[in-house]
């Protein structure tokens, strides 16, 4: 799977929106975008995921850049929960590649009361 | 709460033995994945199984192996373990095996070799 690359720590008040920005120049056409996060002592958990179109659910939403090459978590009100290192993690999206997850260093967001 | 279950959650053991740690998947979830978390090498792939054969191998040492059986829980078996083998072990499991399907993790297997 291609590389990502993510800033290494964030910080966000409570309440207020965050951008998780995710740099990924060398993804091809059949990677899809898919971000995890892991709160602490827990496992990670997914959290949403895109293609091409911009991507809501009811965690999150996610931005993707005309050309791929990045994108964007955001969160829209972030709460004390919120703070767990997000992981932006591309997968080859065609028949016989890799099903793991292959995951990078992430970014540590922390939020502040 | 994932659907995901792992057991057991805490395991310490010394230099040389042998442990088995045990997943079961969310209900109706074929794929089970074992991924290890240690400080220095971050998340790490270790192997998947599906629908009971293994479908794809990581960084898994020739110590380590597993099985998935047919009720579909998962064993993974570590063997003359060594203190580099003390880490988070998890789980995931998904529906199928396309690469666009979620995974669902489990709160993980601490393991501590002394």
């Known amino acids: 799977d291609a590389k990502t690359t993510q800033p290494n720590s964030m910080e966000s008040n409570e309440e207020e929106p965050v951008h998780l920005p995710c740099n990924h120049s060398?993804?091809?056409?059949?990677?899809?975008i898919h971000w995890y996060r892991q709160l602490p002592s827990q496992g990670p958990e997914y959290v949403i995921h895109?293609?091409?179109s911009n991507v809501n659910n009811r965690m999150a939403s996610l931005a993707i850049a005309e050309d791929r090459k990045s994108s964007t978590l955001i969160l829209h009100r972030a709460t004390l929960r919120d703070a767990a290192v997000y992981y932006c993690i591309l997968r080859d999206g065609s028949s016989g590649s890799a099903r793991q997850l292959t995951f990078g260093s992430g970014t540590q967001l922390t939020v502040l009361p | 709460d994932s659907g995901v279950t792992q057991t057991p959650k805490h395991l310490i053991t010394a230099t040389g033995q042998r442990v088995t740690l045990r997943c079961s998947p969310r209900?109706?979830?074929?794929?089970v994945y074992w991924y290890q978390q240690s400080l220095d090498q971050g998340l790490q792939f270790l192997i998947q199984?599906?629908?009971?054969?293994?479908?794809a191998k990581g960084n898994i040492l020739e110590r380590f192996s597993a099985q998935q059986f047919p009720d579909l829980h998962s064993e993974l078996n570590l063997s003359s373990l060594e203190l580099g083998d003390s880490a988070l072990y998890f789980c995931?499991?998904?529906?199928?095996?396309?690469?666009?399907?979620?995974?669902?993790f489990g709160p993980g297997t601490r393991l501590t070799v002394t």
């Open positions: 199984y599906y629908n009971g054969e293994e479908r």
């Open positions: 995931a499991s998904s529906e199928a095996l396309g690469q666009t399907y979620e995974q669902y």
């Open positions: 060398t993804i091809s056409g059949t990677d899809y």
């Open positions: 209900s109706g979830d074929l794929s």
């Open positions: 895109g293609l091409t």
